[in-house]
């Protein structure tokens, strides 16, 4: 079965930049649009971004539009979320999400990986 | 943006009762609303896709129903692995994609 293994998460200052990955096995990982997901402490989960297959189609968050940048290494089966500008409010845990279907625009999520913890504190 | 309201906050159950957890859209989502589990710890869990759908590998005891702004998710009987914080999710009108603020089903 599908497996997704996040990294890259850690404390951090606010105004500072980080890079979350997510690698990606046991499926056909260039067939499928991808998404990243955060969940604060305490709270429900809140997409981020979303990045299609083939990367023509990038749709963020409001509340991170401008700040954060998804990518995609299709050859090396890996997600890359940047995140730049980090603020207090961004800490979560941040998941990468794989939609049910290939070549979908619209989205469930049947696999996620563990999550990768981001705290932003001074 | 659609707003997806969870109620209750918690359900206080017994092993082997029946939980009715409901969902509220804001605007119509039509029939596509998804419901997901999770355990402290973990990542949140498929149950539910498209108000009835149950995911590979879902017991049948966990149904879902309703259509346009109001959702339920059912679970007929209570197994002690049931008990969790429920997600409702709507992939109607995005972006963005829209969680619910979940639904709390504890051990009475």
């Known amino acids: 079965q599908a497996q997704l293994v996040e990294s890259g998460g850690g404390v951090v200052q606010p105004g500072t930049s980080l890079r979350l990955y997510c690698a990606a096995s046991?499926?056909?990982?260039?067939?499928?649009?991808m998404h990243w997901v955060r969940q604060a402490p305490g709270k429900g989960p809140e997409w981020v971004a979303f990045?299609?297959?083939?990367?023509?189609?990038?749709y963020y968050a409001d509340a991170v539009k401008g700040r954060f940048t998804v990518s995609r290494d299709n050859s090396k089966n890996t997600l890359f979320l940047d995140m730049n500008s980090l603020r207090a409010d961004d800490t979560a845990v941040y998941y990468c999400?794989?939609?049910?279907?290939?070549?979908?625009?619209?989205?469930?999520?049947?696999?996620w990986g563990q999550g990768t913890l981001v705290t932003v504190s001074s | 943006e659609i707003v997806l309201t969870q109620s209750p906050a918690t359900l206080s159950l017994s092993p082997g009762e029946r939980a009715t957890l409901s969902c509220r859209a804001s605007?119509?989502?039509?029939?596509?609303l998804a419901w997901y589990q999770q355990k402290p710890g973990q990542a949140p869990r498929l149950l539910i896709y498209?108000?009835?759908n149950r995911a590979t590998g879902i017991p049948a005891r966990f149904s879902g129903s309703g259509s346009g702004t109001d959702f339920t998710l059912t679970i007929s009987s209570l197994e002690p692995e049931d008990f969790a914080v429920y997600y409702c999710?709507?992939?109607?009108?995005?972006?963005?994609?829209?969680f619910g603020g979940g639904t709390k089903v504890e051990i009475k």
């Open positions: 999710q709507q992939r109607y009108v995005w972006p963005p994609l829209t």
């Open positions: 046991a499926f056909t990982f260039s067939s499928h649009g």
């Open positions: 999400a794989k939609p049910l279907w290939e070549y979908s625009y619209g989205e469930v999520f049947d696999y």
């Open positions: 498209d108000t009835s």
């Open positions: 990045l299609s297959h083939d990367g023509r189609t990038i």
């Open positions: 605007q119509s989502v039509i029939n596509y």
